[in-house]
């Protein structure tokens, strides 16, 4: 499986005692999701309190939710590990991302107000630079917040929370998908497309381009794991 080459992120810069263990998580939750801490491996907390200038308490709370949410695995005797890419796992997440998706895509070509569709051409515009720049990290991060703008625009906040969780478990995936050549450029087309249909308030039509983005992104992982 051939990975996208990216730089350490940089170092948090903590702020205040409060803050400390959310920016811990982050870091960590970061560094998992872009492959710099690899699947498999042993994280060794002196290191992680180390690159982060980050205290054992905060360090230790912040691997622990991540253990919780299923990104990190507590491995008797040994310590936690970076839960391994299960094929298993992101398939069944797709699966529920359809139903859920589909439905939400429709809600919000029925509801969606002028500020959402000012909201989302700014991410577009922000996804064409990152296209052109090759900047599979930020084209992440606008991936990410596309989806959860389209969320907001069905003024379904139930759902729109099912999807968040969705999303964030998706990230290291999507990560993964992004080494396949030209991914970038469809993603970008996919998101062009959805837009548009969403601003004619074709929910039809924009169900079943979400489908087709979730299915292209069910094909690029096959590919690649």
């Known amino acids: 499986m051939t990975l996208p080459q990216t730089s350490r992120s940089a170092r948090p810069k903590p702020q205040n005692a409060a803050s400390l ?21 042993v ?24 253990v919780h949410e299923g990104m990190l ?36 070509a029925r509801h969606a107000q002028a500020q959402d ?15 052109a720049a090759h900047d599979v990290e930020g084209m992440m991060d606008i991936d990410r917040e596309f989806h959860l703008a389209i969320s907001a625009a069905s003024r379904n906040a139930v759902l729109a929370d099912i999807l968040r969780g969705l999303h964030e478990r998706s990230l290291r995936f999507w990560f993964i998908s992004l080494s396949e050549p030209h991914h970038l ?17 074709d929910a039809d039509g924009a169900r079943q381009s979400v489908q087709r983005h979730i299915e292209a992104f069910r094909a690029t992982l096959f590919n690649r794991i």
């Open 21 to 41: 263990a959310e920016q811990a998580y982050d870091f960590v939750k970061r560094e998992i999701i872009t492959m710099r801490l690899r699947p498999s491996e």
């Open 185 to 201: 450029e469809d993603v970008h087309d996919e998101h062009l497309e959805l837009f548009r249909l969403l601003r004619e308030r």
């Open 117 to 131: 569709f000012e909201a989302m051409e700014a991410l577009l515009e922000r996804s064409a630079v990152c296209v």
């Open 73 to 108: 695995t507590i491995m008797p005797r040994k310590g936690i590990m970076v839960r391994p890419v299960s094929l298993d796992d992101v398939l069944a997440i797709i699966d529920v991302r359809l139903v859920n998706e589909s439905y939400c895509v429709e809600l919000a």
């Open 43 to 66: 994280l060794n907390e002196a290191e992680l309190m180390a690159l982060t200038g980050i205290g054992r308490t905060p360090v230790h709370q912040a691997l622990h939710r991540l």
